[in-house]
């Protein structure tokens, strides 16, 4: 198990060499001068020539990504062209709401969704899967920013349960944190929640035909038994795959989330350094939200030898 | 059966039972028998006849969504199954009555320890606390000769064999002492020697618990080595039922009397003086395959080196069990799997000398034909388009493959007019003469036949004998045939290796290596094959020659 681990983590260093190497060439792959990009197009040529000094831009590229990945490597992202500001600093301090953001919304989807699956295949074919399979296709074709604004008007203007907007952080008041994230969390998990749903009930559908579960009904186990115990660990597998490819779909939701409930995510930052064109910027961004991808991938991986004893590669 | 077997008590009676579809289509239509303590009733009936939909009907564990009973009673010990509620099923379950099922690869569920799930059946019927369960657990193991019960105890069903994993089943079965258990096919998919060694354990546990026994197969050779009584079944209903002995001797019904003279005797044909040439040529070959990754790296050596030849109009059978590595050397023959050391000569001319591009010709010469009839064929194709395809590939002219495609399908025994039908159309004997007349399209040198009898019932099993019989004597064509049956390699082959482990343990003429084996294993295997020196055709024509 711990080889197995460590075997899944050698192997996505490859894969962050290659993003590195991916978001290096950004600045070159974009049409014209990166010093004449990064200076704007009313620098002087001396003005180009001393940046292109500074930055190292005059030096053969292999030892500009070298300098590069030593910066990146020791947290130096390079300098916002915009604000001026370190890129670090500026990601650090928007860093925060997305997290829990996004890890409300995957625990809250999870919460709901694996129950409504299970029940759905525990009723497969009566009313109470079909209403249950009804609300997954609801949650799943109605936009974010306009259940988004429904629920801020039913629940914070009219019942004044949850504030308008706004963010606080979990260090500084727990309540006041759950109370900010619920309802772009809520609103963020919907599609999800169907997803997820609807992939439960289906590969725990498909579990019921095996033979296992036969072998299971002979030995007197009970249909809530044949559910939990046999069906559902066998399903995880498939689960599980969907649920980490939600996750890491969950970070492009997130930036119309944040814009309808006003939260200071990072969401809103990759908007406005796109389109500021601040490359270095952008590019802490990319490299960021590229390790959270493979994070959230070798996670699963390991999950999934957890739920299957079958699964050592 | 004696005055003292009639004497016991019914363990199980079942009267008009019928279940139909929702359609109300009748799957099994009023059958009606009983099973008494501590005997074994076998119901024998190809694909088909209903046989496992009785048995599931007993345990009520059919597929509610499509069948259910309709007429009729199934009574257990005078309890009436079929009015019982849902909660008084759960509790006759693996108590009173158990199950042992045909796939032991997937009768267990494949993420949970083994001890834990036949202590489930314990922890179901609220029997003991944890570690008397578990001491339970590992009697149990032991009474079932699982080696090392501790080991097994904390094994996923993966890391066992289908032998053990069925020994498993029958330990979950059983531990519970249940009166009546049900046995679904459970040697089919088990190497003979498995079987054998199943077999005696069934019937010594139930000798020492006095249980009921109620047995499905297909397999006579079975019948005839546990059964005291047998019921014919075909096409849902009863043909006839009786003491096994009179069953087998004397069947009144035709259909029975077919059945059995169906069954391939072990006795082999007499030899044919062979004087074709030889077509096919392997030299040693082998097959390694590599299994994990750093630091955990294994090798597995599916096939040692391995020498054969085989001459026109010769059928050489590889026989031998599961693992053996026959289908491997089969599939490097036909390199559908890259060999990793041998050379192979077609008529003479190695194949690894030749361009790429007549590699893929020489293609055409060496043609196979797979286990199972239903998987083997794309179904979205007509049987036009899956006996062309390979003509189509090496550029036959149109007219010509049409007028080919019809001389095929008659050559093995069907009409030109079925061309038109898809394969979810044809039954499965009808399948495996497509499969085998898209191999022949090409008008190979050498046919390899992998276990492609198996998969069938035992009538259908001896028209695709004899087919390829015919077709060896008119096209001079030369056959591998892999299988696992000695009984069909005695009835089909000229030759025969015996493997192990990916080793030939010995080489010979089928009559010679089956009568006069040299090898302790070749010995062993025919020792384990059911009924080996019951000659079925003999015995039931009523002259029972002396066979032994």
């Known amino acids: ?313 | 059966m004696t005055n003292e077997a009639n004497q016991r008590e019914v363990v199980l009676q079942v009267d008009g039972l019928t279940v139909s579809l929702h359609s109300g289509r009748e799957i099994v239509s009023d059958i009606s028998f009983n099973v008494r303590a501590g005997e074994t009733l076998c119901i024998v009936g190809e694909s088909g006849s209903g046989k496992s939909v009785t048995s599931f009907a007993v345990m009520q564990l059919l597929d509610s969504a499509a069948l259910r009973p309709t007429a009729g009673s199934i009574r257990l010990e005078g309890v009436d199954l079929l009015k019982a509620s849902s909660q008084e099923l759960r509790q006759l379950r693996a108590a009173r009555m158990s199950m042992i099922f045909q796939e032991p690869m997937t009768a267990l569920n494949p993420v949970e320890r083994i001890g834990k799930q036949v202590m489930e059946v314990l922890e179901i019927h609220r029997e003991g606390d944890h570690a008397g369960r578990r001491a339970r657990v590992l009697e149990m193991f032991q009474m079932v000769k699982l080696p090392d019960p501790e080991r097994v105890f904390n094994a996923y069903p993966h890391e066992l064999s289908g032998g053990q994993r069925q020994r498993v089943v029958i330990a979950m079965a059983l531990i519970l002492r249940p009166r009546l258990l049900i046995a679904d096919e459970p040697t089919t998919a088990l190497d003979v020697t498995t079987q054998a060694q199943i077999l005696g354990l069934i019937s010594e546990l139930q000798k020492e618990m006095g249980t009921a026994v109620l047995f499905i197969t297909h397999d006579f050779g079975v019948v005839h080595d546990i059964a005291d009584r047998i019921l014919v079944m075909n096409k849902g209903r009863v043909v006839e039922e009786g003491k096994s002995t009179d069953i087998l001797t004397s069947p009144t019904a035709d259909y029975t009397r077919r059945l059995i003279c169906a069954v391939p005797s072990l006795v082999p044909v007499p030899s044919r003086e062979l004087s074709g040439e030889g077509v096919l040529e392997v030299k040693g070959m082998a097959k390694r395959y590599v299994m994990g990754s750093f630091p955990r790296k294994r090798y597995f050596d599916a096939l040692h080196p391995t020498d054969l030849l085989l001459r026109e109009g010769e059928i050489l059978g590889v026989v031998g069990e599961s693992g053996s590595g026959k289908t491997t050397l089969a599939r490097c023959i036909a390199r559908l799997v890259p060999a990793s050391e041998g050379v192979v000569r077609l008529k003479g001319a190695s194949i690894d000398d030749l361009s790429s591009a007549d590699k893929r010709r020489s293609r055409k010469h060496v043609q196979i034909v797979f286990q199972d009839p239903y998987r083997s064929m794309n179904s979205r194709l007509k049987l036009r388009d899956i006996i062309a395809e390979g003509m189509v590939n090496f550029g036959y002219a149109p007219a010509e493959i049409e007028r080919r495609c019809n001389e095929l399908i008659q050559a093995v025994g069907l009409q030109p007019s079925m061309l038109d039908r898809y394969p979810h159309q044809l039954s499965g004997g009808q399948r495996q003469r497509i499969c085998i007349a898209r191999a022949l399209a090409l008008e190979p040198s050498v046919l390899i036949c992998d276990e492609a009898v198996s998969a069938l019932d035992v009538s259908v099993q001896e028209q695709v004998i004899e087919l390829l019989l015919d077709l060896r004597d008119r096209l001079g064509v030369a056959i591998l045939f892999i299988t696992h049956d000695l009984r069909v390699a005695a009835q089909l082959c000229d030759n025969v290796i015996v493997m192990r482990n990916g080793r030939v343990v010995e080489a010979g003429s089928a009559a010679d290596i089956l009568t006069n084996p040299r090898d302790e294993y070749t010995r062993f295997l025919i020792d384990a094959v059911p009924a080996r020196e019951w000659n079925f055709r003999e015995r039931v024509s009523g002259t029972v020659a002396a066979s032994q």
């Not at chain 1, 292999?62 to 030593?70: D, H, L």
């Not at chain 1, 609103?187 to 609807?198: D, E, G, P, Q």
């Open chain 1, 1 to 313: 198990m711990i080889f197995y681990i460590l075997r899944r983590i050698v192997a996505t260093i490859p894969v962050m060499g290659v993003v590195a190497l991916l978001v290096f060439s950004l600045l070159y792959l974009a049409p014209g001068d990166p010093a004449v990009i990064i200076a704007g197009e009313s620098a002087s040529t001396e003005q180009l020539e001393k940046m292109r000094k500074d930055m190292g831009l005059d030096q053969p590229l292999p030892v500009q990504f070298a300098k590069w990945i030593g910066k990146v490597a020791t947290g130096d992202l390079g300098t916002s062209l915009h604000s001026g500001k370190k890129v670090s600093e500026m990601i650090g301090a928007r860093v925060g709401p997305t997290l829990s953001l996004a890890t409300v919304t995957i625990l809250l989807s999870l919460i709901l969704a694996i129950p409504m699956g299970i029940l759905a295949a525990w009723a497969r074919g009566r009313w109470l899967d079909r209403s249950l399979m009804s609300i997954a296709v609801l949650g799943f074709s109605t936009p974010v920013f306009v259940v988004g604004y429904v629920l801020i008007f039913l629940f914070s203007v009219k019942a004044g349960w949850f504030p308008v907007q706004g963010f606080t952080p979990i260090s500084e008041n727990p309540l006041r944190f759950l109370r900010t994230v619920t309802l772009p969390a809520f609103t963020l998990s919907l599609a999800y929640v169907a997803l997820v749903s609807r992939i439960t009930r289906s590969s725990l559908l498909e579990m019921l035909g095996e033979d296992f579960i036969r072998t299971a009904r002979a030995k007197g186990a009970s249909e809530r038994r044949v559910l939990l115990r046999h069906a559902l660990r066998n399903a995880a597998v498939p689960i599980l795959t969907v649920a980490g490819s939600a996750a890491a779909f969950l970070i492009g939701g997130v930036v119309v989330t944040e814009s309808v409930f006003n939260l200071p995510g990072m969401g809103r930052l990759v908007v406005e350094s796109v389109l500021a064109r601040d490359y270095p910027l952008i590019q802490g961004l990319i490299l960021l939200l590229s390790l959270v991808y493979i994070g959230i991938n070798l996670l699963t991986d390991i999950l999934y030898s957890v739920f299957d004893p079958r699964i050592r590669y």
